[in-house]
């Protein structure tokens, strides 16, 4: 394990950081909130610290990087982004500990959306800009956005890629890998650009059509309104934000592809077409399963039953109404759908519908061979065969993403953390979600779990964005020796 080429490519992404603060200050010199300054403290002392990482480890050669130094420097460089990045939420004084303003951090850049905030409305406008340019940075990766920049610095780039893109199979556009990370965040900043449009056009004032589009693309769920989302009280801007919730669940390589002029792109691909098959499936069920009791009118329903479906599905976690006073079936499948997650090459989270889907074939195959024991039959994924690597990668990461699950489910419960709260934060945080039920639901926030439990929520929101492997990789003894 090379070190130095750790600390240098994290030198990177702290110097990118500070820099990435300026904005959120000027937003706060134009609003005056008194944030001006924290603002740029902060964006000084990381970008000092990043240049010193920088020029400490300029002699090192950064040749043929190690899969091993890859998953170290994606682990390590989220998690020193996610220290640094709490330094204005605890300078302004919004968070008066460290370990929630470290919290509000990872949940912003791991675009988990869960908070700690118990007055949004009252926290410095500078602030909110940048607890919302986190999670749009955070969204399609740090790591890949520096991926169109390290090669010129000589810096090879395959292992960050692998260990940073949240799917099983990495999707490389073009054959330079910088072109690839440079293709992804055009499209995405392109599709940013659209909802700012379409959301001004609804009312919102450009500040915060700015901050919900950074918070919508990233499927992150920060919003600038202690009601949410619900907050701006407009069946426009529901509609806008459902539609942009689901474009971001979608693996962004289709985005491109639609770009291209492939108009069946979405639906000819296996996994968004089951993703939208989904997602439009649950939506009417809720609905209908919410009308009468809770709403009068089948559109009302609708309009609310398929905002939370697909809010949670993606993994945004905005919130439009108190779905823990829905009756039990539409809040059961809401948890089912905190665990199915969005697409793989998407900005959501969860454990993948592709990961699903493969898993449910394995099952349906291991139950056909019981039945024709002689027989030979391979797992299919739009007409071609999976490699039985891919499948026991999937179904590894299933059983430890369930392990770690319960395991964390535990420890929080320990705390004296109520049964519902402790799984359901668990799982929102494991699969970037934001809110869950109980103490955690769409109308409360994570303050009140005690700070032990929040570093292992932490330690949750790292593992879901970072696909477990390249987190709990430290564990392993083997990772270590030579």
């Not at 996994?271 to 559109?299: N, P, Q, T």
Request: charged content about 10%; proline content about 4%; some cysteine.
């Amino acid at each position: 394990m090379r070190w130095p080429v750790v600390t240098y490519i994290t030198g990177i992404l702290l110097f990118a950081l500070g820099l990435c603060m300026l904005p959120a200050a000027l937003c706060a010199y134009l609003y005056d909130g008194g944030d001006f300054v924290p603002l740029i403290l902060s964006g000084l002392f990381t970008t000092l610290s990043g240049a010193v990482a920088i020029l400490s480890c300029r002699d090192t050669a950064f040749e043929n990087i190690s899969q091993r130094e890859g998953m170290a420097i994606v682990a390590v460089g989220w998690t020193v982004v996610g220290i640094y990045g709490a330094l204005p939420f605890y300078f302004s004084g919004a968070f008066p500990q460290f370990v929630d303003a470290f919290f509000e951090s990872v949940s912003g850049f791991t675009t988990t959306g869960s908070s700690v905030l118990t007055s949004i409305e009252t926290v410095p406008k500078g602030i909110l800009f940048w607890r919302s340019l986190i999670q749009w940075l955070g969204g399609m990766g740090i790591i890949v956005l520096s991926l169109a920049i390290l090669p010129f610095l000589g810096v090879g780039g395959m292992q960050l890629y692998k260990a940073e893109v949240p799917s099983p199979v990495p999707d490389k556009l073009k054959p330079r890998l910088s072109e690839t990370a440079s293709i992804l965040w055009k499209v995405y900043a392109l599709i940013s650009v659209v909802e700012v449009v379409l959301l001004l056009f609804g009312g919102m004032s450009f500040y915060d059509a700015l901050c919900h589009t950074f918070t919508t693309m990233p499927t992150g769920g920060f919003s600038t309104k202690n009601a949410s989302v619900a907050g701006f009280n407009s069946t426009y801007i529901d509609v806008v934000i459902i539609v942009f919730m689901v474009l971001a669940g979608i693996n962004f390589s289709l985005h491109y592809q639609m770009l291209r002029g492939k108009t069946l792109a979405f639906w000819q691909d296996a996994e968004c077409r089951w993703f939208l098959i989904i997602v439009a499936g649950l939506s009417l069920v809720v609905s209908l399963d919410i009308h009468g009791s809770v709403y009068k009118s089948f559109g009302e329903a609708f309009r609310y039953g398929s905002f939370q479906v697909v809010s949670i599905i993606t993994t945004t976690g905005y919130a439009t109404a108190d779905y823990e006073l829905w009756p039990g079936l539409s809040q059961v499948l809401i948890f089912l759908c905190m665990f199915i997650g969005a697409s793989a090459g998407s900005t959501g989270g969860g454990m993948k519908v592709v990961r699903v889907m493969l898993c449910m074939k394995y099952c349906y195959r291991e139950l056909y061979t019981l039945i024709h024991p002689r027989a030979v039959s391979s797992i299919k994924l739009a007409g071609k065969a999976v490699s039985e690597d891919v499948m026991r990668s999937i179904i590894g990461f299933i059983a430890i993403y369930i392990g770690l699950f319960g395991v964390c489910s535990v420890l929080l419960a320990g705390m004296g953390v109520d049964f519902v709260t402790a799984f359901t934060a668990v799982g929102s945080c494991i699969g970037n979600i934001g809110p869950g039920f109980g103490l955690v639901g769409p109308a409360e926030n994570f303050a009140l779990i005690p700070s032990a439990g929040k570093w292992i929520l932490i330690w949750c929101m790292l593992l879901g964005r970072l696909e477990i492997y390249t987190v709990i990789i430290f564990l392993v003894p083997e990772f270590w020796r030579k």
